[in-house]
């Protein structure tokens, strides 16, 4: 398994510098501009999604590749959610790398989440987890999400929803498949509590 995983990082570690030279770099200044239709919902603490109902995910700090691989998600759909991609279906790919690196840095000082499931139980379980987003959710490997400080319902909701298949990815698909619905409510919990994370943005 380890051997396997290990393997697998390299090869996108690779793919991912082939990739990124051909890329210019995000404008911060730019981005903080093209963000302000996205305020509303990701620079408010505490933001609850409508329908479903769940936290919106917390952006500031965030891995700038992992903001871009994401707003391309939405916006081809392969990464389903309708007011994700009305929100990014008018985007370039320029824009994109403008906005996270904007979010990237970006952090907003936060209070810790009130927890409600069991971190200690998630800290023992959370050992796959490690390679790719880091001991404690703060990883440094830019196309991995950082996951300390999310909202915890929300990274429940994901968890499942790579279970489920409603969000498609096949290394997240891999190391979802033997968690149980326990495991998943305890990993969340121990990421969502990890200080030093994910903030919403600091938009003033
Ligand atoms: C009406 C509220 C709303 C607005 C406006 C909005 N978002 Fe979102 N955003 C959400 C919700 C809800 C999710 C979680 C969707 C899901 O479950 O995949 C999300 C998810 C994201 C994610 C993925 C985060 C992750 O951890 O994977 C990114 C990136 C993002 N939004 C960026 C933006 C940008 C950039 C804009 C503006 C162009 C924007 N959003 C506008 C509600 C909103
Ligand atoms: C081999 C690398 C790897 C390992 C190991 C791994 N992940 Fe991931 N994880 C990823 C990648 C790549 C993504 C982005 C996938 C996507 O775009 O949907 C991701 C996304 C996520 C997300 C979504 C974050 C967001 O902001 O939407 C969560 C939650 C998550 N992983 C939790 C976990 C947990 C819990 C474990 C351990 C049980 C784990 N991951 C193990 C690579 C990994």
């Known amino acids: ?19 990124g030279g051909a890329q210019a770099a995000g404008d ?21 999604n409508a329908y479903p109902n769940y936290h919106v995910p917390r952006l500031g700090g965030q891995h700038p590749d992992y903001i871009v691989a994401a707003l391309n998600g939405y916006q081809t759909g392969e990464r389903q959610h309708p007011t994700m991609h009305a929100n990014a279906f008018s985007l ?13 840095g970006a952090r907003a000082s ?17 050992g796959s ?10 990883g440094n490997i830019p196309i991995y999400p950082r996951l300390a400080g ?13 279970q489920s298949g409603m969000r ?16 998943v409510a ?3 919990a121990y990421f969502a509590s990890q200080p030093n994370g994910l903030t919403v943005v600091k938009s003033d």
């Open 92 to 104: 370039s790919e320029q824009d994109m790398r403008d906005i996270a690196a904007f979010v990237a």
């Open 110 to 126: 936060a209070a810790p989440l009130p927890i409600r499931g069991d971190a200690v139980a998630g800290k023992a379980k959370s």
């Open 150 to 162: 999310q909202h915890e319902d929300y990274l429940r909701r994901v968890l499942a929803d790579y």
């Open 186 to 188: 305890d990993l969340a």
């Open 129 to 138: 987890c490690a390679a790719c987003h880091g001991a404690d959710g703060n």
């Open 28 to 48: 911060p200044d730019a981005g903080k501009v093209k963000f302000t239709t996205c305020t509303g919902c990701h620079a408010i603490p505490g933001y609850t």
């Open 168 to 183: 498609k990815n096949p290394i997240m698909k891999g190391m979802v498949a033997t968690l149980s619905a326990q495991d």
């Open 1 to 19: 398994m380890m051997q396997s995983v290990r393997r697998l990082l390299i090869a996108i570690g690779i793919s991912a510098v082939l990739a």
